[in-house]
């Protein structure tokens, strides 16, 4: 598709298990970001790719999370033993070039819900 | 440090009137950029406007326009005319203009509902 899909729109886990969310971003996009947006919130920040790298993980609230871009195209994000604080929309963005110079697209996010 | 204020937390106004949405950003930088981003209820962000901040001029598309004052570091979005289909969230939002730059910083965000 033309623009940013992440899968699954939604999960259901249970307190303490692991999941990954899927982002794959618009084709030749070399900038992707994940961002978190709890419930009457603005998104924020988690992690920032630059091709295959982390250019900037200050976001990541704490070591259970973390997330990969191996091939420079899709991310996955990962959470391990996941909280209940954990619950949030999880949106995934990308852009030609970092967002200092340009326009970032936002796929739909994934319901990540903790019971 | 950087930081967005949207202090309209919700705004519902009747079809057809005129609506401003404020936004209050503090940034040590003296180069950056500005951004507007609607989320309707299906809950995709979608781009609006980008400004850069040494383009102080007024901006209007259509039935929206965008006030930048730098003197008093806000940007406001006006939608005249306002329609059912404006009801959305909208987030004001402030990124360092730097070809290095990672992170777009978000407000809280505005709902606004439009009433037919």
């Known amino acids: 598709g033309a623009g940013v899909s992440q899968t699954p729109s939604n999960k259901v886990t249970e307190k303490g298990k692991y999941v990954e969310l899927r982002c794959d971003p618009i084709?030749?996009?070399?900038?992707l970001y994940w961002y978190r947006q709890s419930l009457g919130q603005g998104p924020e920040f988690l992690i920032y790719?630059?091709?295959?790298?982390?250019?900037?993980d200050s976001g990541l609230p704490n070591d259970r999370f973390f997330a990969v871009r191996p091939e420079g195209s899709v991310s996955t994000l990962k959470i391990q033993r996941t909280e209940r604080g954990d619950s949030a929309v999880y949106l995934c963005?990308?852009?030609?070039?970092?967002?200092?110079?340009?326009?970032?697209?936002f796929g739909q996010g994934t319901r990540l819900t903790v019971v | 440090a950087q930081k967005v204020t949207q202090a309209q937390t919700e705004i519902s106004v009747v079809e057809k009137e005129d609506v401003t949405l404020d936004c209050v950003y503090e940034?040590?930088?003296?180069?950056?950029?500005l951004f507007w981003y609607k989320q309707p209820p299906s809950g995709e962000l979608v781009f609006l406007i980008r400004?850069?901040?040494?383009?102080?001029q007024n901006e209007i598309s259509g039935r929206y326009s965008w006030n930048f004052q730098k003197s008093t570091s806000s940007f406001n979005f006006t939608i005249t005319a306002s329609q059912v289909v404006d009801s959305a969230v909208y987030f004001c939002?402030?990124?360092?203009?730097?070809?290095?730059?990672?992170?777009?910083?978000f407000g809280s965000g505005t709902r606004l509902s439009i009433r037919p």
């Open positions: 963005a990308s852009s030609l070039t970092p967002t200092g110079t340009t326009e970032a697209f």
């Open positions: 084709s030749g996009h070399t900038a």
């Open positions: 790719f630059q091709g295959t790298g982390a250019a900037d």
């Open positions: 940034t040590r930088d003296t180069t950056y950029y």
């Open positions: 400004r850069n901040s040494f383009d102080e």
């Open positions: 939002a402030l990124s360092e203009a730097d070809s290095s730059a990672s992170k777009i910083i």
